[in-house]
């Protein structure tokens, strides 16, 4: 304490501090966690300690920490990537590739981010991204990933259609999904959900609103068939 105070008399007081790198820390942040203030001396300042102390922050992967005497603190920070948007119970966290949290995901940013739910998810996710991958046309589609029972995925497409997957072989589903989709222009459909789980079957639920126009329109064929027999009758 007697050197710091000392040595920042004299001058080396550090006054100006550059930080390069950061894009999700705050420079308030990385201040606050080296403990700077106006009586800082960078003569007794500890490059190790200020190191470990920046790579202790939530998103900092790397930190590097340089003395430019007299008064000025160099920082350069790595910073770690986000993958996915964890959602585990009612907790939202951002994760990286490997499914390590790297912080409480506050609710807005990141809109480029899928969501992934469900135990076992944050570790599952990458490897099934990576197989979708394969499937641009479902991969650009995807906004949510569920993890069933820590065994398969269901995929929440951007237009709101869930298509269950099952738990072995998921690829050859979603080939056979394109294949339909080809064919009949199933995944631009007013539907709730796509059940693929079968190899045999593909079972289709519609939405609320398509299910009763579908049942008026049964009505109205049948009011249709009525009056056609009624007339043939006479």
Excluded: C
Excluded at 78 to 97: K, N, V
Excluded at 114 to 139: K, N, R
Excluded at 179 to 201: G, P, V
């Amino acid at each position: 304490a007697v050197a710091n105070d000392l040595t920042a008399r004299l001058g080396f007081a550090v006054s100006e501090i550059e930080i390069s790198g950061q894009v999700n820390t705050s420079e308030i942040a990385v201040i606050g966690a080296l403990g700077l203030d106006e009586h800082t001396s960078l003569a007794t300042l500890n490059v190790r300690d200020a190191r470990e102390a920046l790579q202790g922050l939530p998103w900092v992967e790397k930190a590097e920490v340089r003395k430019s005497y007299p008064d000025k603190l160099e920082i350069r920070i790595a910073e770690r990537d986000a993958f996915a948007i964890w959602q585990a119970g009612d907790s939202l966290s951002l994760i990286e590739h490997d499914g390590r949290v790297i912080t409480t995901y506050a609710g807005f940013g990141f809109n480029d981010l899928p969501l992934v739910v469900g135990p076992g998810a944050a570790t599952a996710a990458s490897p099934f991204m990576q197989l979708l991958s394969d499937y641009p046309e479902i991969a650009g589609r995807t906004k949510a990933l569920i993890h069933v029972g820590e065994r398969r995925w269901n995929i929440r497409l951007a237009n709101g259609i869930t298509v269950k997957l099952p738990a072995g072989e998921p690829e050859k589903a979603v080939e056979r999904l394109l294949a339909m989709d080809a064919q009949t222009r199933i995944l631009s459909r007013d539907i709730a959900s796509i059940d693929l789980r079968l190899a045999d079957r593909t079972t289709v639920a519609l939405t609320e609103n398509a299910m009763e126009r579908r049942q008026a329109a049964l009505k109205q064929r049948e009011k249709a068939v009525r009056a056609a027999a009624r007339r043939s009758s006479i």
